[in-house]
Structure formats: structure tokens, C-alpha cells
């Protein structure tokens, strides 16, 4: 059964830098589209991005601009960063794997990260 | 504001059928035959229900199905369970530029 764990600082300063990685247990991270989407507090669900095992990657238009997201294929992590935080940055983060965009078929449980000074 | 609508709240009574919407646009849901569905229990990870429009997973029941007319889609679940009180989520592929929408979320609750 493949699982996913996202792990990182729950609390971030305005401006800094959100980093966290997804650890894929259970099954290969090559192959596959691992995604980043978030949920802030009340409100739905929003797509970050993904990247594909071969570290090609494709972001939300909106967020383009300041994130990142990178695959260690020798690790079974794949990471997301997300630069000059504000509040409205503040959302459970979850990480997911997809056989093709859009259909994600593991979820992992996500993590709450706070951005707050 | 999300760029799919779907009904803030539905509700039905054990054993009764009901339909969750997912409206978009030309643009997205309207274009492409790619709209999944998530069940989500809070604390809980996300459930993939429906792919594809209509496609269900190996292991979702069958009591769940999902359809779609022009730029609106549906997820109906029929012979409502306890078990099937969550929130719901749409998603759609969106062209090459804006690429994945979610819906906002629905609450289905049991009564």
C-alpha cells in the first residue's frame, strides 16, 4: 500500500521561505505525477503542482512565480518550496501521487503550516 | 472563490440517492473528459471516488457514479450509507496554461 508523509516546519515567518518534503513508502517514486495541493483554513482545495519522476515539472499559474518543486528519486522524496510567504499562505499542505493529470490516487494525510511572525 | 461550483451542502436520508454538481466553464470541465471526485473525512487523507468522468477505482462501490454534461458534472450516490457523510470535492483538467481546478467542496450530510 503506497503512503505518503509530508513533514516540515508547522509555523513560517512572513516573507520567508515554506519548505517541506513528501516521503513515498510502499512504492517507487519513479513513475508517477507528484503533486502539491494545499486546503487554507475554511476554504477548498487548490493545486500547487506537480512533477513527473523524470523532474519535469508544471506549476499553478498563480503561485508560478515563487514555487519550486524538486524530486530525489534516491530517497523516494519529492519536496515542495514556497518563497515570500504571507497569512494567506497558512493551509493544510497535502502531497499526492497521480497516474495522470488531473486523477490523484494516494493521498497523504497533510500538514498544517502556519505563516505567522 | 474556487474556479469549479459545486453546492456548499446536500443532505439525504439512508438509503436515498443523491447528486452533487461541479459546474465550470468552456474553458476547463466544459472541454475535457478528465473530472475526478475526492471523498474527504476530516483527519483523514483524501479518497479518489471517480476518474475520468465516470470511472471508478477498483475497491470504491458501486453505489457511486459520476456523469457530466456540458460544462457541469455530477457525482451520484445512491443507497446513501452513514459511512458516506464527508466533504466532496471536484477537480478537472484545465488546458495546458492553468492545467488542475478543484471545486470548492460540498458537505454531504446523512440524517
Known amino acids: 500500500q503506497v503512503q505518503l508523509q509530508a513533514s516540515g516546519p508547522g509555523l513560517v515567518k512572513p516573507s520567508e521561505t515554506l519548505s517541506l518534503t513528501c516521503t513515498v513508502s510502499?512504492?517507487?517514486?519513479?513513475?508517477?505525477?507528484w503533486s502539491w495541493i494545499r486546503q487554507p483554513p475554511g476554504k477548498g482545495l487548490e493545486w500547487i503542482g506537480y512533477?513527473?519522476?523524470?523532474?519535469?515539472?508544471n506549476y499553478n499559474p498563480s503561485l508560478k512565480s515563487r514555487v519550486t518543486i524538486s524530486v530525489d528519486t534516491s530517497k523516494n522524496q519529492f519536496s515542495l518550496k514556497l518563497s515570500s510567504v504571507t497569512a494567506a499562505d497558512t493551509a493544510v499542505y497535502y502531497c499526492?501521487?497521480?497516474?495522470?493529470?488531473?486523477?490523484?490516487?494516494?493521498w497523504g494525510l497533510g500538514t498544517l503550516v502556519t505563516v505567522s511572525s | 472563490q474556487s474556479a469549479l461550483t459545486q453546492p456548499r451542502s446536500v443532505s439525504g436520508s439512508p438509503g436515498q440517492s443523491v447528486t452533487i454538481s461541479c459546474t465550470g466553464t468552456?474553458?476547463?470541465?466544459?472541454?475535457?473528459?478528465?473530472v475526478s471526485w475526492y471523498q474527504h473525512h476530516p483527519g483523514k487523507a483524501p479518497k479518489l471516488m471517480i476518474y475520468?468522468?465516470?470511472q471508478r477505482p477498483s475497491g470504491v462501490p458501486g453505489r457511486f457514479s459520476g456523469s457530466k454534461s456540458g460544462n457541469t458534472a455530477s457525482l451520484t450516490i445512491s443507497g446513501l450509507q452513514a459511512e458516506d457523510e464527508a466533504d466532496y470535492y471536484c477537480?478537472?483538467?484545465?488546458?495546458?496554461?492553468?492545467?488542475?481546478?478543484f471545486g470548492g467542496g460540498t458537505k454531504l450530510t446523512v440524517l
Open positions: 512533477i513527473y519522476y523524470s523532474g519535469s515539472t
Open positions: 510502499g512504492g517507487s517514486i519513479s513513475s508517477y505525477f
Open positions: 468552456r474553458s476547463d470541465l466544459g472541454s475535457y473528459d478528465y
Open positions: 499526492a501521487r497521480g497516474p495522470a493529470v488531473p486523477t490523484i490516487d494516494y
Open positions: 477537480c478537472s483538467y484545465a488546458g495546458s496554461y492553468t492545467l488542475v481546478v
Open positions: 475520468d468522468v465516470s
